[in-house]
């Protein structure tokens, strides 16, 4: 027996504090679904990797839509940041007499840190949330499963050449933002604050290493095989409509951005 | 019409399939069997769990128990290869048609035969894809998208994707459901054709009953999660069960009065 509703009975106030540690205890939950679900995902992306049929067409349009589409805004974002830095590192260095250090600084702070985290968020931002959308509006259209019925294997066929097209464009989308960076802190150091170029090319080429743009570029490679991993699975994984699709993005994006300063961390431990 | 030889070869049977979506119970001990060559129609109300028992039948969902036997082999316990390998005797029609948006036309219903007969040129293929469209009553649409077409024009070009290499087993989700009158007949027609001359195995899943009770010889009505009646369209007419009589009702009411 069901006891009887009271429809004009107010709603009981929530209790706050019990609601923050139910939330908490969800969100837990959730990320440990979610990262054993990633895991889950990346074996079998690897595992359909290396069987054939390969799926060049597919894997081009991915590159070119990752690639190429993202590389004007990484260049963008990485020439005002190194202007940026390179402004704040002079302003610093000036109070010690020390502007020979801008050059170095802006280099190494870009070439190991801004570069792979930017990058990645940029292409996080412009395709991976089109991936994740595109990828859920299949799902809940039922596109996937006529993709599964016609013997086609959805994850070889949508998954591989997205989760490729990260690993592969995000360090050269990385090294895109090296090249732009270090022109806009050139530009800043030399043009605006009246560092001298010699001083400015010769310390920046003592201090940076081919190691430093190599962790850039690892990060990148890590980063961009997770961004786009994320976005898969948020997508291929949609369900209830089109408002699962718009919940399952979201939940992509913010799993992307904030999973891509915890590698950050991780994987600079890890190489040093 | 021969009533279905039921001591033919079952082609599709379904073993006592249980399904839950989480706490959620869709099926609770489907047991049903489809005669090779025979068409089977599934009745039931809306969301009773048609189109998921029709997406165990091809391997789309795994039940919790039970099996599911085509061609005489449990395919329950078949990983992704072996799926494949069983996929290509079937055809799908889907309930909302389910084209690949990113394509035209012609690039979907080519689809299944540029996947999986390489070996053919490209007129052959365009010729192909111009003979399927023009059973499902389709031409000159081959180069618009899946956006520009109405939803009755969506559902054929998907029929006609399902028979491009000709499957042995074809799987209908509502193919009728939202066509015209005269459209409805023709692939009523389809349907039957692929029968007589092909020898076809169809499951259709309908709403209506005019045109399930035309092709099936066999139909099942799915309620409360199990097969509560399963016969020849005459043994349904006559069926005792009060929901499926309930269910039929409305229809018999009509034709009397027509
Ligand atoms: N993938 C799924 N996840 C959760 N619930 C589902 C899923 N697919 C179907 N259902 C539920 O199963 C029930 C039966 O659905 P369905 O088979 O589509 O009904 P219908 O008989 O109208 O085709 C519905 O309540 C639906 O919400
Ligand atoms: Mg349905």
Redesign the pocket.
């Known amino acids: 027996m069901t006891a009887p509703i009271d429809t004009n009975a107010p709603p009981k106030p929530p209790n706050a504090v019990k609601q923050a540690i139910e939330g908490l205890g969800l969100t837990l939950g959730r990320l440990v679904e979610d990262i054993g679900g990633l895991a889950v995902l990346l074996i079998d992306v690897l595992r359909w990797t290396v069987r054939p049929p390969f799926r060049a067409a597919n894997l081009f349009a991915q590159l070119d839509f990752v690639g190429v589409g993202s590389a004007l805004i990484v260049a963008l974002t990485g020439i005002f940041s190194g202007m940026v830095f390179a402004h704040q590192s002079a302003r610093a260095f000036e109070m010690f007499n020390s502007e020979a250090l801008v050059g170095p600084t802006v280099a190494l702070t870009i070439t190991r840190e801004l570069a792979p985290v930017f990058s990645a968020l940029m292409v996080t931002m412009r395709a991976g949330s089109a991936m994740c959308t595109e990828l859920g509006t299949m799902r809940v259209t039922e596109q996937v499963d006529a993709l599964e019925t016609m013997a086609v294997n959805p994850v070889q066929y949508l998954l591989v050449p997205r989760v490729l097209a990260g690993l592969i464009m995000v360090p050269v989308l990385v090294m895109l933002f090296d090249a732009a960076g270090l022109a806009g802190g050139y530009f800043v150091s030399v043009l605006v604050k009246g560092v001298s170029a010699g001083t400015w090319l010769s310390r920046t080429q003592q201090w940076l290493d081919p190691e430093d743009i190599a962790e850039g570029l690892i990060k990148g490679a890590v980063f961009g095989l997770y961004v786009a991993l994320v976005a898969c699975f948020k997508g291929y994984h949609a369900?209830g409509g089109a408002k699962g699709v718009g919940l399952a993005t979201t939940q992509a994006m913010v799993m992307s951005a904030l999973g891509i300063f915890v590698l950050d961390y991780f994987v600079g431990v890890i190489l040093h | 019409m021969a009533a279905a030889d039921q001591t033919a070869r079952p082609m599709i049977e379904i073993v006592d399939l249980h399904k839950s979506?989480?706490s959620?119970t869709?099926l609770s001990g489907i047991n049903l069997k489809v005669p090779q060559g025979s068409t089977l129609v599934i009745l039931?109300?809306?969301?009773?769990?048609?189109?998921?028992?029709m997406k165990h039948m091809i391997g789309l969902l795994k039940p919790d128990q039970g099996q599911v036997i085509i061609d005489g082999d449990d395919i329950v316990p078949y990983g992704a290869v072996q799926l494949e390998q069983l996929r290509k005797k079937f055809g799908m029609v889907f309930?909302a048609a389910a084209l690949f948006d990113s394509m035209t036309v012609y690039q979907n219903v080519a689809f299944p035969v540029l996947e999986h007969r390489k070996e053919l040129s490209e007129a052959k293929v365009r010729a192909l894809v111009k003979e399927k469209l023009a059973v499902v009553g389709l031409s000159g649409i081959e180069e618009r998208y899946p956006a520009d077409l109405s939803g009755g024009m969506r559902k054929r070009v998907g029929l006609a994707r399902a028979i491009m290499l000709e499957p042995k087993i074809v799987l209908y989700?509502e193919p009728t459901t939202g066509l015209d009158p005269i459209t409805t007949d023709s692939v009523d027609q389809m349907i039957l054709d692929a029968k007589r001359h092909l020898g076809v195995t169809s499951v259709v899943?309908s709403h209506d009953i005019a045109s399930a009770f035309k092709v099936a010889d066999n139909v099942a009505f799915?309620s409360q999660g199990v097969i509560v009646e399963q016969g020849t369209p005459a043994q349904l007419r006559h069926s005792t069960n009060p929901a499926l009589r309930a269910y039929l009702s409305t229809w018999f009411d009509l034709e009397r009065r027509s």
């Open positions: 369900s | 979506f989480g959620h869709v039931g109300g809306s969301g009773s769990g048609k189109t998921v028992m309930q989700d899943i799915l």
